[in-house]
């Protein structure tokens, strides 16, 4: 919140500033690419990203974050350093737009000149030093499993032809009168440590809510939280989507030795005879 405040003000200050010298410097900012990183071999995965907000400082000054395609006029001339950093909307919201911490910066030294353009293409690649942890159902084995107990919707492998696609599979859930409800979990616990950053990244297409929850697993017990939902989308306009979820500060508040499962669930909704989940790439990142 301080950031856009801090934004807004800047804003504020610029176009005053621009009505008294009309001739300044313009930047313009392309959306990112996402390449591989060599120093991962491959580990980051399918390389799908949804980074249409950046944050733009000239010479260390934060100048804003902006949505991209987007061209500003910049106060400054001649030699400057430039740096972009891709940008999420954290758990979906729009308003929650943080600087994702497992990406590279973009960064030039160039030259603005008054009355010119400088147009940027901006790459980026996941650090060297994340780790991940991955299911793109591209293996022989899947790595989340229903609850027994609770779940009649089962997860399973599908190839459908379902355009923009990155990959080869994804995992499917159909919810109908028979297989109305879907309960499961990752099938690995992980030992991640506090205070460091961790999110879990979900592409998705559905035509039904369902919500992302955590688990924390130690020896006095466990604690579950519902984290983040996924709305429906209507048939006629459903696409990929992809969510980023932060998981930092409920790993910080579990209990000390706790590992971390990650659970999904959903009901068929009210009314419907049959919708269904597609889930893919997902990537719990952390340092």
Same mark, same amino acid.
């Given at each position: ?7 807004? &003000? ?28 060599? $120093? ?26 902006? #949505? ?18 891709? $940008? ?21 030294? *160039? =030259? ?30 899947? /790595? ?5 107990? *609770? ?20 995992? /499917? &859930? &159909?919810?109908? +009168? ?7 979990? *990752?099938?690995? #616990?992980? +030992? ?23 688990? %924390? ?15 429906? #989308? %209507? ?26 499962? =990650?659970?999904? /669930? +959903? ?7 049959? *919708? ?12």
């Amino acid at each position: 919140m301080m950031r856009v405040l801090l934004y807004v &003000v800047f804003l504020g200050f610029l176009t005053a500033c621009i009505k008294n010298n009309p001739n300044p410097s313009w930047i313009e900012v392309n959306p990112f690419v996402l390449e591989s990183n060599p $120093a991962l071999s491959g580990a980051e995965g399918q390389l799908s990203q949804d980074f249409r907000d950046v944050w733009l400082y000239v010479d260390d000054q934060m100048i804003g974050c902006f #949505q991209t395609p987007f061209k500003i006029p910049i106060l400054k001339e001649g030699n400057v350093n430039v740096k972009i950093y891709p $940008a999420v909307r954290n758990n979906g919201i729009a308003t929650d737009k943080k600087i994702y911490p497992f990406m590279n910066v973009y960064e030039i030294n *160039t =030259q603005l000149i008054k009355d010119q353009t400088l147009t940027i293409n901006p790459k980026t690649s996941y650090v060297y030093n994340a780790n991940f942890w991955i299911e793109d159902f591209e293996d022989a084995s899947i /790595k989340i499993q229903e609850d027994p107990n *609770t779940s009649v919707a089962s997860l399973f492998v599908s190839s459908d032809n379902l355009t923009p696609f990155n990959g080869f599979n994804y995992g /499917k &859930v &159909v919810l109908n +009168a028979f297989d109305s409800v879907w309960v499961a979990n *990752t099938t690995e #616990q992980l +030992a991640i440590a506090k205070n460091r950053p961790c999110f879990i990244e979900i592409d998705y297409y559905n035509t039904n809510k369902f919500v992302q929850g955590f688990l %924390a697993l130690n020896t006095n017990g466990s604690f579950y939280q519902d984290n983040a939902g996924f709305n429906l #989308q %209507a048939l006629n306009s459903i696409k990929w989507k992809k969510m980023y979820i932060e998981l930092t500060e409920l790993i910080g508040n579990s209990a000390n030795g706790s590992n971390f499962i =990650q659970t999904f /669930k +959903a009901n068929l909704e009210e009314g419907q005879v049959e *919708t269904f989940i597609c889930i893919d790439n997902i990537k719990i990142i952390y340092k």
